[in-house]
């Protein structure tokens, strides 16, 4: 009888001892844990890096201009080195149509993004905000054969004098082998056009 009271008092002791050990081992662990997660610090570039368009694509065109207009204050509004500008713009050509990405070769688009980037910060321009039309506004058509979806971006830039709107028209058209859509084009929206 004392050798079966003494067992389960070890037994006792021994759990205990165990519990406080795993106590401060799980402390321990996630005090690590919580410093490294403090010292990854994701960037608005790297998070546009990061993106997975060979997995995750945006579905609709809707989402697609989203996209877009991410790239587009990212690149405008953020402080990037030239590599940086170079590998965004590439991963923002991952939403284009074919005959779009070969309308010009990298070099020749990612010179005439710098260009256009330099104005920007020249004229001391923001996008302080970007949104597109509602879904109900998206168009959608045939033309020679694809899917053709119309619809506008729209940015609030401030500016020197104020904050001014911009609107640009995207043409996107369907993909036939993977069904995604892709920006076919894109203009400056004219006074004479309603974007809405």
């Known amino acids: 009888m004392k050798n079966v009271k003494g067992a389960k008092g070890l037994i006792i002791v021994l759990v205990l001892v165990l519990m406080v050990v795993g106590y401060f081992y799980y402390l321990s662990n996630r005090d690590y844990a919580d410093r490294h997660e403090e010292d990854v610090v994701i960037t608005p570039v790297k998070e546009l890096l990061l993106k997975d368009f060979s997995k995750n694509y945006p579905p609709t065109p ?7 207009l991410e ?13 940086e500008v170079e590998a965004v713009g590439l991963k923002l050509e991952e939403l284009f149509d074919d005959e779009l ?5 990298d070099e020749e688009y990612i010179k005439d993004l710098k260009s256009e980037l ?24 045939n033309m020679d ?4 979806a ?4 729209t ?4 500016t020197k004098d104020g904050t001014k709107i911009l609107q640009e028209v995207f043409i996107l058209r369907k993909e036939q082998s993977t069904g995604h859509w892709k920006v076919y084009g894109f203009a400056p929206v004219t006074d ?5």
């Not at 809707?62 to 877009?68: D, H, I, L, P």
């Open 71 to 83: 790239f587009t204050k990212v690149l405008h509004n953020e402080e990037l080195s030239d590599e």
């Open 62 to 68: 809707k989402e697609v201009v989203k996209q877009y």
């Open 101 to 105: 990405k070969n309308a010009k070769s």
């Open 192 to 196: 004479d056009e309603s974007a809405e």
């Open 155 to 158: 940015f609030n830039v401030r």
């Open 145 to 148: 054969g694809y899917e053709v």
């Open 150 to 153: 119309r619809l506008y971006g």
């Open 118 to 141: 330099t104005t920007f910060k020249d004229n001391d321009y923001s996008i302080v905000n970007m949104y597109t039309s509602s879904s109900t506004d998206v168009e959608e058509f």
